[in-house]
């Protein structure tokens, strides 16, 4: 291999070795959209089709699937699925659908799969809430509904579910892991639906209501009705022996000179067949009998091919790839021809701006000239006026026409097309002798050399005819000075003028400018400038230092470099000044963004087979304290309520007996977590809230469920006192688990526990902001007023004066403000008896899923009386929770070396929802941060254990590094 052939298609070609066997036949008829769902982040799920890529609504998580990745479904009403607009997803004659699904079990509500259907429906897939049923539906009077109601859907095993529509014969068909389940009268609703969004994971895209809650892999739809044949392919991924995946890609432009080819292999392919050339229909028929002299590689192992030599500039290059398999006679399947052109000799300059001292005539201004008015996509020019310069001169000096780029640039050639109305033969208007000059600064100006521009044709197929010699020159501004027309009329006239640069300098960074988690080991590359003999790289966090050439500086004969010492967290910022024979050509500033954390453990490698969580995170089972790792019965990992990826770790604690504490403990081996400036140690913790308990530090927890307090009736816990007259409540609501954007948590002072009372509160919400709302009658409709973009922690308060209730809103407890800009609009009328209940109110907004939250610093006025108590108010509130115990993690070095740091809040073991836990590294005094051998997480005391609670906690995603945000 050439080393000094392009890293970049290289490293491309390397990643498709990467890839290894698998690939994907060509499409059968009838699949309208393939979503493979293999991406490992994102936001878009490709349609394999490319007619109708998919939409995530929100951040899921990219797991691992049936084949390659697959999608994390959450559960519930109102989170994440995928959206794949709308479109016709059936034909004429029918309908079908494939998917693969690994269910997690049951959520609380329906569950989607894939389904045609907004608001209005049409067709759709779903398991019920029970988990009892899943259904092949659609909205005919009466409604068509293949449903089974046996075996089906099994919690963590990977099930294969199609169904069939015959539009002709008006049946349906449900297939599992292949085989017919059962067939019935089915059809689907007469109209246009294809303004309907399809969607997967989901029952109802208007709304979120039921998303899938598990992995969902290899989704499939079909215009056409499926065979038996269909659906044992589809379960295969349609696996064929053929290359695929092309680097470059198919007709991809602009290829570097020296690139290398990859390809995927085919799913039995052992060794492969090479064939290249400028011809397609040579490579085309070319093969082992007659190659054409275009075999350039017989057999060879690797998926990767380097073209002897450079590529010729701008040619188009045909290659394919026939895959030999195993068995007598080496069978071989010819691959598709593909193809791409190598990098033009110049390329066009864009952005141009155009300045002249002449007088412009009006709609025929100047920028006519680099704008593309008038070029068809054959470069050919109109005849209309409006798509020309046009102008007279303002003085006696001679008129002059002035280009600037937005850079330097090594210049080859201008092309011109010149005036070209339709009597510009007998008019002149356009341009005849011209000096052309050249600067660099548009201050010193170098004459170039004078020239004559042909006269435009004055037909609409006008092609430049006009083509100066640039002669290479390094320049930012180019200006012609007229000289002479082709007529005698008193005015100037050009149509287009194109500049074509020789890319001195460096481009196509790698990473990509403004990339984000690039790892703490990468290098660099970028594609280098013509006629380079060497590259001068600045690299620094210092921006500034970069710009101005004083960061440090290295000078590498390759273009790629490896960057000693970088740091987590970090922004780093670089640029590559290309040496030439002919001088410096100096780059742009790039830059990218590391990694925060190294992994630790994201718990996604384990099993409930060969490699089990709690084998490698140890618990009371060996290490005889008092918790438990995984559960009982399988799976054993935690894989609906998980962070990122998923699993997590549940760890349940027991320290009503000796010894009084519960830790589970994972050995490293040897880690030197001291490297590319780590400083922080970094885990996501959730626990499950109590229904009310109250910390010795006067902190509130308070779980709840409910729809909402909203409308006319409300479901929510209250957890109250009794106030006679004017008063106020003010709270810093500390945390709200984000059960639902519209989840709330805040005070609240109410006329009595009715379902529909009269009302004023004022809530902190997950991500919708802080709002006040009330309901001014009892039974009647709510009202709010929100200031989006808060969150907590946030302080909240609400007063009564008479029947005039006033909410504020603050950020540090001190300075107070109304909710919006509009102070009028943050208090109400509300009429009310003396004595009412004053007190914090807490709903999930969905009667589906708990939720948690923290309350600090609570505070009343007024003639405020009794004992906090609870209420459940319109539905019956969850109970339990986990006993309130310190958390700590602790590290051990080689050396036996052990320190332990304690979470800051005593609570955290009983927050409902994710809360991020940073520690620094510093905290851990004594243990030698380079060779870390063992971490401990646990509940309890670990130096001074006594005697205490119990409960069930969930970690995920550990790492260690460096948070972005903090220097």
Known sequence: MNMSKMTVPLAAAVFVLALGCGAQAALPDGLVAYYKLDATSGLTAPDETGAHDGTLTGALAWVEGK?????????????????????????????????????AGLSGAYQGLIRQREGTMYWWTELNPEGTQLRFKSNTSPQSNLTIT??????????HFACSHDAAAGTGAVYLNGQEQLTGSWSLPAGDFSGLRSGIGVVNTADGLGTFNGVLDEVMIFNVPLTPEMIASAMQGF???????????????????DVVLGWRPGATAIAHDVYFGTAFDDVSVAGRANPLGLLVSQGQD?????????????????????????????????????????EPFAYPIDGVMATANAVSDSGAGIENTVNGSGLNESDQHSTDPADMW??????????????????????????????????????????????????????EWTALGDAQLAQGTATPDYEANSVVDLQDVAARFVRITVNSKWGGMPQYGLSEVRFYQIPAFARDPQPASGAVDVSVNAGVSWRAGRGATSHEIYFSTDEAAVVDGTAPADTVTESSYAPSGLNFGRQYYWKVDEITDGGTWEGDLWSFATEEYALVDDFESYDDDDNPIFETWIDGWVNETGSMVGYLEAPFAEQTIVHGGGQSMPLSYENTAAPFYSEAEYDLGVQNWARNGADTLRLFVQGKTPAFAESSDGTLLMSAIGTDIWGTADQFRY????????????????????????????????????????????????????????????????????????????????????????????????????????????????????????????????????????????????????????????????????????LYVALEDTAGNVAVVTHPNEAATALTGWSEWLISLSDFSGVNLSSVKMVYIGVGDRDNPAAGGTGLIYIDDIGVGHPADVE
């Not at 690797?302 to 290659?319: I, M, S």
Request: hydrophobic fraction near 40%.
């Open 150 to 159: 046996g075996e089906h859907l099994i919690e963590g095993e990977w099930t």
């Open 390 to 443: 046009l102008a007279s001169a303002s003085g006696d000096e001679p008129v002059w026409v002035q280009y600037e780029f937005d850079r330097v640039y090594q210049l080859h050639e201008m092309w011109v097309w010149n005036y070209n109305v339709q009597f510009e033969l007998v008019l002149g208007f356009g341009l005849k002798d011209v000096s052309i000059e050249y600067s660099v600064d548009g201050a």
């Open 302 to 342: 690797a998926n990767a091919y380097d073209p002897d030599g450079l590529l010729e500039f701008g040619q188009r290059y045909y290659w394919r790839v026939d895959e030999v398999n195993e068995g007598p006679g080496a069978e071989i399947f010819k691959g598709e021809v593909w193809s791409f052109t190598a």
């Open 719 to 886: 957890a109250y006192k009794s106030l006679s007259g004017d008063g106020a409540i003010v709270v810093r609501v500390d945390a709200v688990g984000n059960s639902n954007a519209w989840a709330k948590a805040g005070v609240m002072i109410r006329e009595t526990l009715d379902v529909s009372s009269p009302h004023a509160m004022v809530v902190v919400t997950p991500t919708s902001g802080v709002s006040f709302q009330r309901r001014p009658e009892a039974g009647v409709a709510s009202a709010h007023t929100t200031q989006a973009d808060l969150a907590a922690p946030y302080w909240v308060k609400l007063a009564r004066s008479g029947n005039t209730f006033t909410a504020e809103r603050s950020e540090d407890g001190i300075t107070w403000v109304s909710i919006t800009d509009d102070a009028a609009a943050s208090t109400a009328e509300i009429p009310m008896g003396a004595g009412v209940f004053i007190g914090l109110a807490l709903t999930s907004h969905d009667a589906n899923i708990e939720t948690g939250a923290q309350f600090a610093d609570v505070a009343t006025t007024g003639s405020v009386a009794g004992q906090w108590q609870t209420a459940d108010i319109g539905i019956t509130q969850p109970t339990g929770g986990n006993d309130m115990e310190p």
């Open 67 to 103: 084949d390659g990745n697959g999608l994390q479904f959450r559960g519930g009403n109102g989170s994440p699925f995928v959206d794949l607009g709308a479109w016709q997803t059936d034909g004429p004659t029918g309908l079908g659908l494939a998917v693969w699904a690994k269910w």
């Open 239 to 257: 696996s064929d022996p053929t290359a695929s995946t092309p680097v470059p890609a198919n007709g991809a432009d602009d290829s570097p000179r």
